[in-house]
């Protein structure tokens, strides 16, 4: 995926290696490196960025301060070295939240989330490229079971075993959730050790469960912040 990104931080050496793990990983175009925001706000009325790699402790304007002042289409990837702004940090339109050092096998996950994001905002070009995504099969027992996505509510992982429930039916599956985690990108994501949700079936999110149907299905600390992040970019 081709995305244009800008790098904003007054660390040279943190700057480096960003750029180093863009430019082996990615087929993303920096459009520009800044060192402090000032110059950030002024290379983004010349360059179309679709994601900033933003610091938090700069001088003058800090990262939270200039995330209030960008665009709501600009996404944000946070890298810091401060781990106690991660909450405040999805207060805006952030995908990640990096801690410094940033290792490659943690960038590789931002990427996988940017770019996710990135392609559930975008159209598909063709009716084709739709219809192929629209449903699978499951092997239960004997039989291949073809599911439809849209109807898909959650999965329920159940030690070795993973129940598939739809608004039609429920599929027992010998595979493991973690399988299915890694198979499936948005509008599906992980919730809780035992869960993985179809965000767009979500009625409410209350008191720390997803009501799905009449499913009340729990939202875990440690998924917290990437479902947060993907619910966010529904916000009115």
Not at 26 to 36: A, K, R, S
Not at 151 to 158: A, C, K, M
Request: proline share 4%.
């Amino acid at each position: 995926m081709s995305l244009n990104c800008l790098i904003v931080d007054d660390e040279p050496n943190a700057v480096k290696l960003l750029e180093l793990h863009i430019q082996q990983t990615t087929n993303w175009h920096i459009v520009g490196v800044c060192y402090n925001a000032l110059e950030a706000l002024e290379c983004l009325k010349h360059h179309k960025a679709d994601v900033v790699f933003l610091d938090i402790n700069m001088p003058r304007l800090n990262g939270m301060e200039l995330a209030g002042l960008l665009p709501s289409h600009v996404k944000i990837v946070f890298t810091t070295a401060y781990s106690e702004f991660a909450a405040a940090s999805y207060n805006y339109q952030t995908l990640d939240y990096l801690l410094k050092p940033i290792t490659l096998t943690r960038f590789l996950a931002a990427r996988q989330k940017v770019e996710a994001a990135f392609r559930l905002s975008a159209p598909a070009d063709k009716a084709e490229e739709q219809d192929q995504q629209d449903y699978f099969f499951v092997k239960s027992g004997k039989t291949l079971q073809r599911i439809r996505l849209q109807d898909l509510l959650y999965f329920e992982g159940e030690k070795e075993y993973v129940r598939v429930v739809t608004s039609k039916e429920e599929v027992l599956v010998y595979k493991r959730l973690k399988e299915i985690a890694e198979q499936l990108g948005p509008p599906f994501i992980r919730v809780h050790n035992s869960y993985i949700v179809n965000t767009s079936q979500i009625e409410r999110i209350l008191d720390n469960h997803i009501h799905i149907a009449d499913k009340r299905i729990p939202l875990s600390e440690k998924f917290r912040p990437d479902f947060m992040a993907l619910i966010q970019q529904r916000f009115l």
